[in-house]
C-alpha cells in the first residue's frame, strides 16, 4: 500500500519531484517539445494498485485494441510455445523510465484466452507505488526501426505536472486515452493568442488599454459561473439546477465547473496574459517605442513577466474552488431546498453551507429532522484543518468534483464522521478509488435519500 497522505497538508504540498530526486514537471516539459506524438492514458485502479499490493496478479498497464493496433506500439507477433494452449501474441519495446532512472525491455502481451485484452508488463514497479487515483501515464515514441526508444513518465494527479498536462494537451474531465501532437496544441493556442492580438494593439495605440483590459478580459467569478451553467442550461435545454428532477446532478455539477466553465476560463485567460504582457512591456500610454527599448523592457522586466505567466495554473485553482460554490447554492436554490451560506459557527468557522440553518443545526434535533453541513471543494487538498473544526458535531458531508482522493484518505475521512459525495459518473469509476467505501455517496443520493427526506422536518 502507498503511504498514507496527510490530510491537513498545505495546498503548496509539492507532489511533481519523484523519489530520484528528478523534476517530472521538467522532464515532462521536454516530451511536450521535443516528441512529435505522445500516448497519453489516465491510468485505472489497476493499472496502478499492483505496484501498492503485493497480491495483485496484473503487473502493468492494460492497452486497449484500438491503442494496441494503431501504430504506436509494434506490431504483434505469435509466441513460440512448446506446449499447447490457446496462442499468445506479444510484442517487446525498450522503454526509458527517467523519473526513476529505469530502462526496461517491457512487453506488450495478448493472451487470447482473455480476448483482445492486452497490457504492457515488464515496467518499474517504483514509477507506479506511490501515484494517486487517476493519474496519467505519458509515453513518446522516439527514433525509428531497431534504434526505437519509447519515453514515459507517470504523472501524479495531485501534482502541478498533471495541471500542466491537462492544460498543454487539452485533456477534458472524462478523458481515458488518446495520442496527441503537443505542436498542435501550441499552435492552437497561439492562433488564439493571435486571434486577439490586433485588438490588444488598437487599445493600445489608442491609449484605451487599460479601460479595455477592464472591459474586455476576465470576468468576475460569479459572472463566469454563471455565464457556464447558461451554456450548459442552453445545451441540454433544462430550465434549471434542481437536482430533484433529474438522475445525475453530481455529473451536471462536474460538466459545469470542470469542462464548460474551464473552456471559458482557459480562452479569458489567453486574452487575459495577451494584454498583461503589453501592459508590462509597452506600458499604458502609446509612444510608438523604438525596438531597443522593447528589449531592454523584456529583459528588465523578465521576472515579472515569468511570475505573470506561472500565475496562470494558479489563478485557475484559486478561482475554482469558490466557482463551484456558486454552482452548488444555484443547485440548493433551484431545488428549494433552505440553506445558509457562510453561517459564522464560531471565531474562524465558517462552513459553506449549512442545511436548512444555523439555528436549525444547533437546536441537535435527531432523526430525520436533523440538520447538517454541507461543505464544498473542488479538490479534497484544500483547507482539511478548517473542514474538521467546521463540523463541531454536526454532520458533515464534503462535496467534491475530485477523482484524485487515494483509498486510505477516504477511509481517515470515515473514522472523523466525513461523508463525500461525489457525482454520479465518479462514483462508479475505474479510475478513481470512491465505489467500495460506504462514506462515499453520489449527489444524487445526497439529495434523494439524504435532503429529501429531511426537508419536511425543516
Known sequence: MAEPIDLFGSDEDDASVDQSGNDVSELLIRLLEEAPRLLVKKLSNNDRDWAQRKNKHQGGVYIPLEQRDGGFFPPLGLKERDEDGEPIYEAFLTTEWPQVGETKKSRLVNYTSKGEETHMTRVPRAAFADLSPASFLVMARLGEGENTVYRCLTVDSVSDAAVMLVDALELGPDFL?????????????????????????????SGTIAVFAAEKVMPETLALADEARGKWLTKTGRKNLNPFEFDTPGDALRDISRSIEWDLFREYQLRERAVGLVRIVLGDVPGGPKISKVIHALVDRLPEIDRYMLSAGQQRKARAGVSFEHHIEKMLADGRVPFAKQAVMQARKRPDFVLPSLGHLKSTPSGREKGLILSAKTTLRERWKQVEREMQGAELFLGTVDENIAANAIEEMATMGINLVVPEHLKKSKETEYDRHKNVLSFKTFFDTVVSKRMAGW
Open 177 to 205: 486515452i488518446d495520442e496527441r501532437v503537443p505542436a498542435e496544441y501550441r499552435k492552437r493556442e497561439r492562433d488564439r493568442i493571435l486571434t486577439f492580438a490586433e485588438q490588444v494593439a488598437a487599445a493600445w495605440l
